[in-house]
């Protein structure tokens, strides 16, 4: 397992460096998020061997049963929250999260404010855009981002660092890529998680500053 984690590692930052390169940006431009769900500790265990710092998560409880015992030997470990959150699960994702990528309702906007103070951690915020407009996928609408980052900031004083997309599956996903990167823009943002296994080259083109990739990391999910 250590030894396949480990060239598949060195094959997706090779590939980074050549999209930054392409892009005429510098290639440490691009923080890569190890998308490790369902994936064992000792997967990750053996990508922190191997120089990977930064791991992605779908589900808290998941993260909170894998990712404690290993920082104490990884002090530079970071975990990103990044799949959809309920509201009764928000003071467990501020408790084991350093960045939660997935905001978007104000029911969640306000469940974490209140889960930030009784804790005493304030992770790093990204907001959801449903670049699509795809009903079945969760995020805000990109016509309502600016009031929602708005309230936010201004209402809910919640450390909103970026904004991240999913594009839709079919179709060139660089205009939505594109899309993302000018509404972040318009809004003084400076972190965009964008692409992931199959498309992350086409949103480093766009100006994304993370990207998310697990199955080329770590194989297929069980």
């Known amino acids: 397992m250590s030894d396949a984690i480990e060239l598949n590692l060195a094959r997706i930052r090779e590939r980074i460096a050549e999209a930054c390169l392409r892009a005429n940006r ?42 404690p015992p290993l920082r104490a030997p990884h002090p530079a470990l970071r975990l990103h929250i990044i799949g959809a959150l309920q509201t009764n699960k928000a003071r467990d994702a501020v408790r ?22 009784k804790e005493g951690r304030r992770p790093g915020l990204l907001v959801q855009v449903n670049v699509g407009e795809e009903p079945q996928k969760a995020g805000i609408a990109p016509g309502t981002a600016g009031d929602f ?5 201004e209402e809910w004083d919640l450390p ?31 972190t965009l998680s964008m692409g992931m296994s199959a498309d992350f080259e086409a949103a480093i083109a766009e100006g994304a500053t993370h990207v998310r990739v697990g199955s080329a990391i770590f194989g297929h999910r069980a």
């Open 149 to 153: 980052l708005r309230a936010c900031r």
């Open 96 to 117: 084991v999260a350093d960045v939660i990528e997935s905001l978007d309702r104000d029911r969640l906007a306000i469940a974490l404010r209140d889960a930030m103070l």
């Open 26 to 67: 510098p290639p440490d431009a691009v923080t890569l998020v190890a998308v490790s769900k369902t994936h064992p500790a000792e997967a990750v265990a053996a990508a922190l061997a191997a120089g990977q710092a930064v791991f992605g998560e779908n589900r808290v409880q998941e993260a909170a049963a894998k990712f």
């Open 160 to 190: 909103v660092e970026g904004l991240m997309c999913i594009p839709p599956a079919e179709g060139d996903p660089r205009p939505h890529f594109a899309a993302l990167a000018n509404l972040a823009a318009r809004h003084g943002l400076g």
